[in-house]
């Protein structure tokens, strides 16, 4: 509108040429700021090249998803309203029955494996590897393997995410055990205790509400990942979701994705005030 | 010699001891009920979850069987004849795991890409507007709720069995766990640089650009590499409903009883797994080195 007053008597020019050290990058910068993005450009081309993506499916491919979508409304539960909540009550026993397994499963594993509660550092070293090549195979691979061994249902999922879950909370729980303070350890061996007193008076306080805070994030995420080990047959909701995909009844998909959607959500939501709970009272104690 | 540290009355000690022994007892009854409501819940569990213990004890021999019919018999006579053997089909593998680590690539790169653009508008410290911030907010939890399988399975049906299908699958479910770690991102920055920017009466996009992004480019490269393993691994699991990768060959493997191809499989994706982990770690611990240098 009118005429700004200029704040600054001095032109650009001069100020960028006193303060001309500020702007300047190394030249090791530069080239780095530079390559990166040529680097993921590049990449990106290689991938789609080697990939072989056929661009000419994506319009054909996204009429049909429109039309997928269409028919998901309106959700309907198809007349089996009962089958569903009977499979997602299904999931959710996977969830918390594989979490509670792994948990007390990992729990005396962790010492193990741990740097200042383990044995010997040979025992850890193989702990830690056996840990890390469970947690590398993914929990629908247990489940595959675990249908062949105890049969079709949840039962197989139960142990499929006891099993992953046993890698991913002993190499958490480990961790949580090598970050304590050594001193209230210490304090209790010199006050006379045993070893397992100072891990029951001197550690344990310390991890509780960490690992606690853990074992409820995997909860969460297991309800998660209990919805999709029903498509390869081990119980829960995944497999009514897989059929339904395959016959293409997308108005009984979209009602069991809403049933999933809400579930987390209520999951997440008691979970979150659980953990504040149990954060909120050791602030406080 | 205890009666110079003890200089307390009897009275106040007894009564600091009742009040100890109460609290005492005060918490192990909470944890006993604690313990109380989690065999409930674990009975009512295992009731829904049909849980079976004689039939994995009957059964848990063929576990244990199955991981000795895995393991590749090798003998130190013919080591690298038994191992050729038992990767007969290296360059095929080798070629399909590459695929699978270009679908998690492209899947991450659309995710945070897309990710990047829609969280400023969801942050709570610089959305324009809170009906977008919400619906964001909504989009973002759709997207990582619904498992990438689920989308994969759709999108198989949709464009057809190829890797198409697993890049759009992992991109959406990227996009919606990428989204809500950016956005957190965002809300945990400094607001001084904002104001500064705004100050001088710069519209959003310039906010963004000078005010937001220095403080959370390294933030969003260090998550997006974390998502990019993550996603190395679900690729390898997405290939089994046909959404292209290393996936299909292992699904057939284990339906069909190839023993030895599930474990040379499972084994490539572990090594290539733990690789790209290595890896990634070193650039992630790079770059919050950087952060904490400036």
């Not at chain 1, 008076?201 to 409820?216: D, E, K, R, Y």
């Not at chain 2, 498992?147 to 399975?153: E, M, R, S, T």
């Not at chain 2, 993550?230 to 009883?257: E, H, P, T, Y």
């Amino acid at each position: 509108m009118s005429a700004r007053r200029p704040l600054c008597t001095e032109d650009a020019g001069t100020v960028l040429a006193r303060h001309q050290g500020l702007f300047d990058d190394s030249p090791f910068r530069r080239a780095a700021t530079l390559a990166a993005p040529a680097g993921i450009f590049g990449l990106t081309i290689f991938a789609v090249w080697w990939l072989a993506i056929p661009f000419s499916q994506i319009g054909p491919g996204l009429a049909s998803l429109g039309k997928f979508i269409a028919l998901m409304f309106p959700p309907s539960s198809g007349g089996h309203l009962d089958l569903l909540v009977k499979a997602m009550g299904e999931t959710l026993a996977i969830a918390f029955l594989g979490t509670l397994i792994a948990t007390v499963a990992a729990f005396p594993i962790s010492f193990l494996a741990a740097k200042n509660t383990t044995p010997h550092g040979v025992v850890r070293f193989v702990i830690r590897r056996g840990l890390d090549t469970i947690r590398g195979v993914d929990a629908l691979i247990w489940a595959l393997v675990f249908v062949g061994v105890v049969g079709l249902g949840p039962f197989a999922g139960i142990l499929a995410i006891a099993i992953s879950d046993t890698g991913a909370l002993g190499k958490l729980f480990s961790e949580a055990i090598e970050s304590t303070e050594e001193r209230a350890r210490e304090s209790v061996l010199a006050s006379g205790g045993t070893s397992l007193l100072a891990v029951r008076f001197g550690l344990l306080p310390q991890i509780l509400p960490i690992i606690a805070g853990q074992i409820l994030y995997y909860f969460e995420s297991n309800v998660r990942s209990a919805t999709i080990i029903g498509i390869v047959g081990a119980g829960g909701i995944g497999l009514q979701l897989s059929e339904q995909i395959r016959t293409y009844d997308f108005d009984q998909v979209a009602f069991a994705v809403m049933m999933i959607l809400v579930t987390v959500a209520i999951i997440d939501w008691i979970s979150s005030k659980l953990r504040f709970a149990i954060i909120g009272r050791r602030a406080v104690g | 010699m205890t009666s110079s540290l003890l200089s307390v009355p009897q009275a106040r000690l007894e009564a600091l001891l009742a009040d100890y022994r109460r609290e005492v007892g005060r918490q192990r009854r909470q944890s006993l009920l604690v313990l109380a409501i989690l065999a409930i819940l674990a009975l009512i569990a295992g009731h829904v979850g049909e849980v079976d213990l004689n039939n994995l004890f009957q059964n848990i021999s063929n576990f244990t069987s199955y991981f000795g019919r895995i393991i590749p018999k090798l003998t130190f006579a013919h080591f690298g004849a038994d191992v050729a053997d038992w990767y007969w089909d290296i360059r095929g593998w080798l070629k399909l795991l590459l695929d699978t680590v270009l679908i998690a690539y492209l899947g991450t790169l659309f995710g945070a890409a897309g990710a990047f653009m829609f969280a400023f508008f969801a942050a709570a410290n610089l959305a324009p507007g809170n009906v977008m911030r919400w619906s964001i907010k909504r989009i973002f939890e759709f997207c990582r709720t619904v498992p990438d399988l689920v989308f994969a399975l759709m999108f198989v049906s949709a464009f057809g069995l190829g890797p198409l299908a697993g890049i759009l699958a992992i991109g959406i479910h990227s996009f919606g766990t990428l989204g809500k770690q950016f956005t957190e991102a965002i809300e945990n920055i400094d607001m001084k640089p904002i104001e500064g920017v705004r100050s001088t009466g710069s519209r959003f996009v310039e906010i963004v650009r000078f005010g937001a992004l220095p403080q959370v480019t390294s933030t969003f490269a260090s998550y997006a590499l974390l998502r990019f393993e993550i996603n190395v691994r679900s690729g390898s699991v997405v290939g089994m409903v046909g959404a292209g990768g290393i996936g299909q060959d292992l699904f057939v493997a284990i339906r069909k009883f190839y023993y030895t191809d599930v474990s040379a499989i499972l084994l490539m994706i572990i090594v290539c797994v733990a690789i790209i982990d290595l890896v990634t770690e070193r650039i992630r611990h790079r770059l919050s080195g950087k952060d904490h240098s400036r």
